[in-house]
């Protein structure tokens, strides 16, 4: 297992000086030029395809790194893989810059240099959840909303009352999953002002549910009996602030948009969050208006897309202080700068259906490509998707009976532009279904 321990910088007479030179193998990695802007779950994208990371250390007062992974071979591996082909140092880049591997002088971490975990716990895939002060309902599908990003197949949630107060047990496909979750949202609120998360690693091995209900639910067996269950997010409206889960606000203003943006762009964005009802561009302003079909997929989209840009420029998103946008007998004509979806077929949400919960991913640059053709070859996908920025890697497969395809880009700007563009284009047919995925080609 490997934790991500947030760490403070060692101080300079603590950390040792590698050596310039690769030392003996070792299963622990030194990484030299790791700037600010790179960060824990960065160097881990990078590690995990190699074998299972225990630690990963930043030191920000040097700009390195120390990776320590569970066995030698791993970090070979990885040393070999971005070796060049025996050419040059070992390098890879990260946001713009040249990383430079080699063998750590260490053959093993200490305390010292990974710290304690505050859970004492080693890293496991189940997460315990404490929520202090929860004034609103919390509920299997509200702990979904707020973890299922982290994991496009989460498995079972179960909750509970005790002693200490409202807990729940949190169990996920892997370690890598369970751990960007509890570093991302450790001590994060989940509605406004309460219903604070404190997680830890569990001790259990693994989590048994015995029926679906509100408290408890196995993503994994569709065939338990299922109670049934209250509509999640009954909260109370007591005015919360923006940004957070239970207020009654489902209209976003988009700003930041250059004049290459209209509603169609918008929306084939934004409906991978929640069901679109209309979207207004503002006359002589670069700003657009989105109203969703309720406040739980505006605050999903807002959560989700808080770092979008589109077609090169960083799109701002906050509340609006409109309730709904209005459509007047001319608007729908008026320059095509207001659209009405609400009867849209492309909604994706019109169901129930967790599973679009569970894949749902921010802005990456590897796009999922369902509603294909068995027809579609490799080749016709990757040039369709190709007409804004070249795709540079494609895997298609089969899928509970359903032809797919993962397309990856260069960058997550060209994925989003790509993603604006072409999702709903016909291929041989076919109207292509375009997401955000997590999953790598």
């Known amino acids: 297992p490997f934790s991500l321990p947030l ?24 990484l030299r030029n790791v700037t600010t802007d790179i960060s824990q779950n960065d160097i881990l994208t990078l590690a995990v395809p190699f074998g299972t990371v225990q ?3 930043l030191l920000r007062a040097k700009n390195q790194c120390l990776l320590q992974f569970q066995d030698v071979a791993s970090a070979t591996a990885m040393l070999q893989y971005y070796s060049q082909g025996g050419r040059g140092a070992p390098q890879v880049p990260i946001r713009g ?28 895939r189940i997460l315990l959840i404490s929520i202090q002060n929860p004034l609103y309902p919390i509920t299997v599908d509200v702990l979904t909303q707020v973890f299922g990003p982290y994991d496009p197949a989460l498995e079972k949630i179960v909750i509970f009352q005790k002693s200490a107060g409202l807990q729940a047990l949190i169990q996920f496909s892997n370690i890598q999953c369970a751990t960007t979750a509890k570093s991302q ?24 549910v015995h029926a679906n209900t509100d408290k408890t639910r196995d993503f994994t067996n569709p065939t338990l009996p299922t109670v049934p269950r209250t509509p999640a997010f009954q909260v109370p409206q007591m005015g919360m ?25 918008l929306f084939n964005i934004f409906s991978g969050y929640g ?70 077929p492309l909604n994706r949400f019109l169901r129930q259906n967790p599973r679009l919960m569970r894949h749902m ?49 260069a960058t997550v700007e060209q994925a989003t532009d790509s993603l604006a563009l072409l999702h709903a284009s016909t291929l041989e047919g076919s109207s292509l279904r375009l997401a955000f995925s997590r999953n790598s080609v």
Do not use: W
């Open 361 to 409: 991913s921010g802005p990456t640059n590897t796009l999922h490509v369902s509603n294909m053709a068995a027809t579609i070859t490799q080749e016709a996908i990757q040039a369709h998707l190709s007409q804004n920025a070249p795709v540079v890697g494609i895997r298609v497969f089969e899928a509970q009976g359903h032809h797919q395809a993962l397309c990856q880009y």
């Open 275 to 344: 069901n679109i009802i209309r979207i207004r561009i503002l006359h002589n302003k670069p700003m657009a208006l989105i109203q969703f079909g309720d406040n739980m997929q505006a605050n999903t989209a807002l959560t989700h897309l808080k770092d979008l840009r589109l077609f090169g420029s960083p799109i701002i998103l906050s509340y609006s202080h409109f309730s709904s946008i209005s459509i007047s007998p001319n608007s729908q004509s008026d320059d095509g700068k207001t659209k009405d979806y609400q009867s849209s």
């Open 185 to 208: 949202l450790d001590g994060k609120n989940i509605y406004s002002n309460c219903c604070t998360l404190q997680i830890q690693y569990a001790k259990l091995d693994h989590l048994t």
């Open 97 to 124: 810059h040249n990383i430079y591997l080699q063998y750590s002088a260490h053959q093993e971490l200490n305390s010292a240099h990974v710290g304690h975990d505050s859970s004492n716990q080693p890293a496991n």
């Open 55 to 57: 630690h990963v250390v």
């Open 241 to 265: 602030p923006q940004g957070e889960y239970g207020n009654d606000k489902c209209v976003l203003l988009a700003n930041g948009l250059t004049e290459r943006v209209i509603p169609d762009h």
């Open 7 to 30: 760490m403070q910088p060692e101080p300079a007479p603590t950390v040792p000086t590698e050596p310039t030179a690769p030392q003996v193998p070792s299963r622990v990695l030194h």
